[in-house]
């Protein structure tokens, strides 16, 4: 078992759809990380937290310690926010890397 | 620079062939981590640096693989012997202090063994 589990791997959406994507982990962070990859590109940084949740325009993460899950959502989806979306961790045995997920494809059509 | 800067952004490299991925991070950040990302994986750690001292290798899947930062800003990622195997997206990270400062991305560097 993987220490970072997303879900889903693919989720299809219509324009304006919210969406969510679940990330569960089983290990101590020091803070989850929401990842942002496009097709042959690199990996934008979305969200960094530990705790409660964070918003950026369309974009909401909450993070539930106690349970060890967090939660990535887009409001108003459109076919720009189309990519993968990888939930990675900071564990606290593990110095500064990070562990990733495998990552969750979004496909939002027009 | 303004991001990190990865070189060349793409490789085809014939087996057996020796490779040099480059890295070169955000002006001022100590951390730099290099990553493998296998097609439909997420990235799995390689090695991290912090300034010029490599502070954990123990992702480094053989000994064909060598990262160096010496003067604590450009890295080099040198895989020797290059497999098939080793074909990935190798992605480079840099961050101002450890994992409490968010990261930076690179676009990484797509090997391709044939």
């Known amino acids: 078992k993987n220490e970072v589990e997303q879900s889903p791997q693919n989720l299809t959406a219509q324009e304006g759809e919210f969406i969510t994507i679940n990330c569960s982990y089983s290990?101590?962070?020091?803070?989850l990380h929401w990842l942002q990859q496009h097709p042959g590109g690199g990996i934008v940084s979305l969200f960094m937290?530990?705790?409660g949740k964070k918003k950026h325009g369309r974009l909401i993460a909450t993070i539930n310690i106690q349970e060890k899950h967090s939660s990535l959502h887009i409001t108003a989806s459109h076919p720009r926010d189309s990519a993968v979306y990888i939930c990675?961790?900071?564990?606290?045995?593990?110095?500064?890397?990070?562990?990733f997920g495998e990552g969750t494809q979004l496909t939002v059509n027009p | 620079g303004a991001g990190v800067s990865q070189s060349p952004r793409y490789k085809v490299a014939k087996r057996g062939q020796d490779v040099a991925l480059r890295c070169d991070p955000i002006?001022?950040?100590?951390?730099l981590f290099w990553y493998q990302q296998a097609l439909g994986q997420g990235p799995e750690f390689l090695t991290y640096?912090?300034?010029?001292?490599?502070?954990?290798k123990s992702g480094l899947p053989s000994d064909r693989f060598f990262a160096e930062r010496p003067e604590g800003s450009v890295s080099t990622l040198k895989i020797q012997r290059t497999q098939q195997e080793d074909s990935a997206v190798y992605l480079c990270?840099?961050?101002?202090?450890?994992?409490?400062?968010?990261?930076?991305f690179g676009s990484g560097t797509r090997l391709t063994v044939v």
């Open positions: 990675a961790v900071s564990p606290e045995t593990s110095g500064s890397r990070l562990t």
């Open positions: 937290l530990s705790s």
């Open positions: 290990v101590g962070i020091s803070a």
């Open positions: 990270a840099s961050s101002l202090y450890g994992s409490g400062y968010g990261y930076t």
């Open positions: 002006s001022g950040h100590v951390s």
């Open positions: 640096f912090q300034n010029e001292a490599q502070l954990d």
